[in-house]
């Protein structure tokens, strides 16, 4: 890769702040998880990251991935041959970390996006991208037709900056066309939604929150059957993926733990059983 080449053109910010902090952690010396494509990647991109520097929601984006990964990993290892999608990809590596050499993968987002991403990332016949709206029915087909066994839909850092019928629309359309699927996802509470315009990061781009989720069962009205199979606060990650971490992190989920901040507690990560 030729280095600060590729242009960000109208690629929302949002998906930098994520990326920048896997590229930060990847450089400790005792990281909560390694992404050296990460790094690469804001290295190579024509983007002043500076502005991020220090924020404490860095961390939190890398404790969310950490979670994420492990709920991808747990599925591939129940199903070794099934099928990952990752809905508003942005510029994730989680294939690149948690890859099983089985999975098919599934990458979609908006074409600008996947146009971005095809610098850097090559489709090969497990991994596919998909340039398309999640509101869309299109990409449906396309993984419908090539998808292998059971399918894990990660929707990490995408879902809240929808309407809530939007949300419920996807996880609907999820349910009808892949039944029994698991679909992880993330939300933030009312007054999360309200205190957004002076958030660390928020603050600093355009995208706005939109759908303000007080509770997680919502789902279960909409969808009957679904079961909430994980739902987790940043300061009460489960216990496996805690004792996973380096101490530097440890600590700081338990300083959070004991702050009880309404930004931090107000913000959850979910994993769904769809029906």
């Given at each position: 890769m030729s280095p600060r080449t590729p242009s960000l053109g109208t690629v929302q910010e949002t998906l930098l702040i994520p990326l920048y902090g896997r590229a930060v952690e990847h450089r400790k010396p005792e990281p909560a998880l390694r992404d050296p494509r990460a790094e690469e990647l804001v290295a190579a991109l024509d983007y002043d990251f500076s502005r991020f520097d220090g924020l404490p929601s860095l961390t939190g984006t890398v404790l969310r991935t950490a979670l994420f990964d492990h709920?991808?990993?747990?599925?591939?290892?129940?199903?070794?041959?099934?099928?990952?999608?990752?809905?508003?990809?942005?510029?994730?590596?989680?294939?690149?970390?948690?890859?099983?050499?089985?999975?098919?993968?599934?990458?979609?987002?908006?074409?600008?996006?996947?146009e971005l991403r095809r610098a850097f990332f090559p489709e090969t016949a497990r991994r596919r991208m998909i340039a398309a709206s999640l509101t869309e029915d299109d990409w449906l087909d396309a993984v419908a037709e090539r998808a292998e066994g059971p399918c894990f839909f990660s929707a990490e850092a995408v879902l809240p900056f929808l309407e809530e019928g939007e949300v419920r629309r996807l996880a609907e359309r999820l349910a009808r066309r892949f039944p029994g699927s698991r679909l992880a996802l993330d939300s933030n509470g009312p007054e999360v939604v309200a205190a957004q315009d002076g958030h660390d990061a928020l603050s600093k781009v355009e995208a706005r929150l939109r759908w303000a989720c007080a509770d997680i069962g919502v789902v279960t009205t909409w969808l009957p059957g679904t079961a909430v199979a994980g739902s987790h606060t940043l300061s009460g990650l489960p216990e496996d993926v805690y004792l996973a971490l380096p101490a530097e992190h440890r600590r700081t989920v338990d300083d959070l733990a004991r702050q009880r901040l309404?930004?931090?507690e107000g913000y959850r990560m979910h994993l769904l059983r769809l029906p």
């Open positions: 709920w991808t990993r747990q599925f591939l290892d129940e199903h070794p041959a099934g099928t990952v999608v990752e809905i508003g990809t942005g510029l994730n590596t989680r294939y690149e970390r948690v890859d099983n050499g089985r999975a098919h993968w599934f990458d979609l987002d908006l074409p600008d996006v996947i309404p930004q931090v």
